[in-house]
Structure formats: structure tokens, C-alpha cells
């Protein structure tokens, strides 16, 4: 009988349908995933958008109408405290949900999607970032919401001045994006983070300018709220708004617009090189 001829072996390939990615994409696919969980998150709770605007119009209406004759024009430079209290009403609701909006780490963490997320093949620095995005994007569309109430209490919003803010607002909720993740990454309950992050969340909005005025302050208080980077983050938005209000100053030096960018940009930065360290030992 005639030798059979046996075929040639064929060469290994993957499985039809089944494409292999570059890092790069995966990286890439990963803080797009991310990013938009969160948003699809706040589509589907659409009552975490109304908490998060009614806790700073309070504020705006109710302790602003209280507080505008104690407090005066000239402590509020130059502008009635309501005008005044508008932009540290904006950073505040972003700062609020930008804090708050890690507190999914911890979720995932106790459900166990987190440990599932850690083992996929891709950088942590990436599920960093796409967090980072979309905590960020979340915080400043709770922010913009909040741009209806400025002609309530006689604020001009120009186009110029809107798109300025908006980049503050993102500079912001970047940065403080950055400091939640790294809170919420060792912590192993939301119990515990939420405690930790009511102590951390209610001194740095009262000791940034965004509810009173840094004048004439102690001078310890004076040098905490210096201390503070949400301070130049809401510096620079009510500089914005506001043109003619007097600018934030250390000691004699007048801090420019670009500083205030520059130091909320670096403890941004800060954060997150923090935070993919942090995630990089998380199991």
C-alpha cells in the first residue's frame, strides 16, 4: 500500500475571532472601561446628582443670606458674600464627589471585583487613571450643574470665563480624585471610609476660603489654610469668576493664576504616582 501523505503541519494561530493586543490598546481599553463605569454608575443613580447639588445651594441660600450682613462687602472684597461664596460653592460640590467617587474602590473591594480587576492583563496605573477620569468627570458635571444658579446672586458667567473655570474645575477634580483613591486603597470597609474621609472632607472645605474669607485670620489659621491645595484650586476659580476680588497672598507675594494652576497640577500629580504605588502592592 501506497505511503500516505501526511498534511503539512499547520502553524499555530489564534482562534478565529480572537485578536491579540498590543499593551499599548490594552492599557489603552482599560482606562476607557473604567472611565466610563463610572459614568454609566452616575446615569443609573440619577439621585446621587441631586444630593450633590442640594448640600451646596444650602449653603449658597441659606448660609449665605444669613451670613451676608455679618460678614459685609469689604470682608468679602469688594463683592456681596453671596457673589462671594459662589465659586467656594461650585469647588465645593466638586471636591465633595470628587473625594466620594473612590469610595467605589472600596465597594469593589468588598464584592470582590476588585481582585478580579488586579488580575487582568493589564498596568495598574491604568485602572488608576481611568479612576482618576472618571471620579473627575462625574465631580465637574455635578460642578457645571451648579453654573445655573450664578445669575441668582448677580455672578456674570461669560463664555471666556466659563471655559476658564471648567479647566480649573477638571484641574481640581483631578487632584482630589488623586488624594480619595489613595485613602480608599488601604481601606478594607466603607465604615471606615467614610469616617476617615468626614474627618478629612469638612476641615479642607473650611480652612480653603471656600465658605469665608482668608483675611485677616489668626496667624496659625492663616498658615493652615496656605497649607491647604484645595486653597489655590478655589483661589483660582473665584479669580475667574470674580476678576476684580482681591487674589490670594502668602506673606507679601500675590499668587498668580498660573501658580495656583501649577501647585494644584503637582499635588495632583502627587497623588496619583501615590496611588499607582499604593494599587501596585494591593492584592
Do not use: C
Not at 490594552?26 to 473604567?34: K, S
Not at 485677616?216 to 476678576?243: E, F, H, K, S
Not at 507679601?252 to 500629580?269: H, K, Q
Amino acid at each position: 500500500m501506497a505511503d500516505a501523505v501526511l498534511p503539512a503541519r499547520m502553524p499555530a494561530t489564534a482562534p478565529l475571532g480572537v485578536r491579540r493586543e498590543g499593551r499599548l490598546i490594552r492599557n489603552v481599553r482599560a482606562v476607557w472601561m473604567v472611565w466610563i463605569r463610572d459614568l454609566i454608575r452616575l446615569k443609573r443613580t440619577p439621585t446621587r446628582i441631586v444630593t450633590g447639588i442640594a448640600q451646596p445651594l444650602l449653603f449658597l441660600f441659606v448660609l449665605g443670606a444669613g451670613l451676608e450682613h455679618l460678614i459685609g462687602s469689604q470682608r468679602a472684597g469688594g463683592v456681596n458674600y453671596q457673589q462671594y461664596l459662589f465659586p467656594g460653592i461650585l469647588a465645593m460640590s466638586v471636591l465633595t464627589s470628587a473625594l466620594f467617587s473612590s469610595i467605589a474602590i472600596v465597594w469593589d473591594r468588598e464584592f470582590g471585583f476588585m481582585r478580579e480587576m488586579l488580575v487582568a492583563p493589564v498596568s495598574r496605573s491604568s485602572l488608576v487613571l481611568g479612576k482618576a477620569l472618571g471620579g473627575g468627570s462625574v465631580a465637574v458635571v455635578q460642578g457645571i450643574i451648579l453654573v445655573i444658579a450664578a445669575p441668582l446672586v448677580g455672578v456674570d458667567v461669560t463664555v471666556g470665563s466659563f471655559f476658564a473655570m471648567l479647566g480649573f474645575l477638571l484641574l481640581l477634580a483631578f487632584a482630589l480624585v488623586g488624594f480619595g483613591i489613595v485613602i480608599a486603597s488601604r481601606m478594607q470597609r466603607m465604615e471606615s471610609f467614610q469616617m476617615v474621609m468626614a474627618l478629612v472632607l469638612q476641615p479642607m472645605i473650611f480652612l480653603s476660603g471656600a465658605i469665608f474669607p482668608l483675611v485677616a485670620l489668626p496667624q496659625w489659621l492663616g498658615v493652615v489654610t496656605r497649607l491647604n491645595p484645595a486653597t489655590y484650586g478655589i483661589d483660582a476659580i473665584r479669580r475667574v469668576l470674580l476678576p476684580h476680588i482681591a487674589p490670594l497672598t502668602i506673606l507679601s507675594w500675590t499668587v498668580p493664576l498660573w501658580a495656583d494652576a501649577l501647585i494644584t497640577f503637582a499635588f495632583g500629580a502627587l497623588m496619583l504616582a501615590l496611588a499607582v504605588r499604593l494599587f501596585a502592592t494591593a492584592e
